[in-house]
């Protein structure tokens, strides 16, 4: 019989005393349940006396977001260490630091980043992240090259791939990211003052093609190891270190889906300055730090990733002459349409952000959701044919003073 089962408060603590070394052998152990996730039990436990703290996350067999009725495996836990694991060797210090796992009960004890905030939530508060661009390019960089084709044994990725399948939560990415934003799903939600831009997207056939085409790659191409939810929530921040957290959506799909994420996630944020800044200077400046961020975060992966090819490639196919260009090219355009896909889920699909429903004037919600879907749906539509960062740049200026 399994062991599995949702711990309690007490019994985290039973289980994070037996990590070797950690907490001193005197002194209380403190737990508190603190997962505000759509999908686990996040308990926070720690040791006053010693001043000593530690994560465990455990997965809940099903969806927290939406209840019992919506079952999910708990391999996922198993995915999400293995993945954290992974990361950490190709960028080192950028992920919490793994003290144990264990797939049975579905959790990883992990470092407290209690330090640290919560990108979005820093984001809406005001925070500045200067060595965010430099660092999340790094992870990025870094991750997709050395667990794709070009950066890994072809034989070895061809397993990898086989023990990253997570069929059932690349499921739900297909369903609310690529499939109901774009039709009357049971799941969509969405303001009703939006029911008319919602009948929009609903009968937009050409983006219903350009949606079709990013669904395809996400289905099919099997590019690197994804992080597969890497949005500001999957980030804990400060001014001087950033740290990738959650990794269970992890897969092996097209790389412009993880690096799509991040800047879909700046760009819903940008969406919503009227709300977070407080005057018109300050929503300026905001506005023009966000998209200083988007194009340093780009700029830095490309020539992050263009300098890993060209100095540890495995490939020597690799090194036919344009090929490298025209990749590059194709991972622009994949990461523009991801981009705008990542935020129309955000305004109509299951799973909302902070950043816009947290907008208490209805009047300034709506003109933030429709920042947000005339610049998803611009850039959705531009996939295929998009040649420079830039491109994504004018269309998000543009839309910020509709
Ligand atoms: C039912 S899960 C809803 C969303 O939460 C996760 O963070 C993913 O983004 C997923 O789509
Ligand atoms: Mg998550």
Redesign the pocket.
């Known amino acids: 019989m399994s062991k599995y089962h949702p711990l309690t408060e007490k019994e985290a603590i039973q289980i994070a005393r037996t990590i070797p070394d950690f907490f001193a052998a005197e002194g209380e152990l403190a737990s508190r349940e603190i997962g505000d ?3 686990n039990l996040v308990f926070h436990v720690s040791q006053p006396s010693s001043g000593r703290s530690l994560i465990v996350k455990q997965a809940l067999p099903y ?1 927290k ?2 209840g019992e009725s ?1 079952p ?1 495996t708990l391999d996922r836990a198993r995915i999400e260490s293995e993945a954290l694991l992974i990361q950490d060797r190709l960028a080192h210090g950028l992920v919490p630091k793994i003290y144990h796992t264990d797939n049975e009960l579905a959790l990883t004890i992990m470092e407290d980043l209690s330090s640290h905030v919560i990108m979005r939530q820093g984001l809406m508060e005001g925070g500045v992240y200067p060595k965010f661009a430099d660092d999340i390019s790094d992870f990025l960089a870094k991750t997709l090259f050395f667990t794709s084709d070009l950066g890994m044994n072809q034989q070895e990725k061809k397993l990898l791939v086989r023990s990253f399948a997570n069929p059932e939560l690349c499921k ?2 297909e369903d ?2 690529f499939d109901h934003p774009y039709t009357n799903a049971d799941t969509n939600s969405f303001d009703p003052h939006l029911q008319e831009d919602v009948d929009q997207l609903w009968s937009d056939t050409a983006l219903h093609l350009e949606v079709a085409i990013l669904r395809e790659k996400f289905l099919t191409h099997a590019q690197a190891l994804l992080h597969g ?1 890497l ?1 500001t ?2 980030i804990f921040i400060t001014p001087e270190s950033t740290k990738v957290i ?1 990794p269970e ?1 992890a897969y092996f799909g097209p790389m412009g889906f993880d690096i799509g994420a991040v800047l879909a996630n700046l760009l819903l944020h940008f969406a919503a300055q009227e709300h977070w800044s407080a005057d018109e200077a300050t929503r300026q400046t905001r506005r023009q730090y966000l998209i200083q961020t988007i194009r340093d975060i780009w700029e830095s992966f490309e020539r992050k990733f263009r300098t890993l090819w060209n100095e540890q490639g495995v490939d020597r196919v690799a090194n036919a002459p344009g090929y490298q260009e025209d990749y590059v090219q194709r991972l622009l355009r994949d990461t523009i349409g991801f981009t705008g896909a990542k935020m129309v ?1 955000r305004i109509v ?3 909302h952000v902070a950043d816009i429903d947290r907008i208490p004037d209805p009047a300034v919600r709506a003109k933030a959701q429709r920042i947000v879907l005339a610049i998803g749906t611009k850039l959705i539509k531009s996939n295929r044919n998009a040649t420079s960062i830039e491109q994504l740049i004018d269309i998000a200026e543009a839309a910020s003073t509709l």
């Open positions: 996730g759509n999908l969806a977001v939406v919506w999910l739900i990415t609310l990211i939810d949005h929530g999957s959650d959506f889920r699909g299951l799973a």
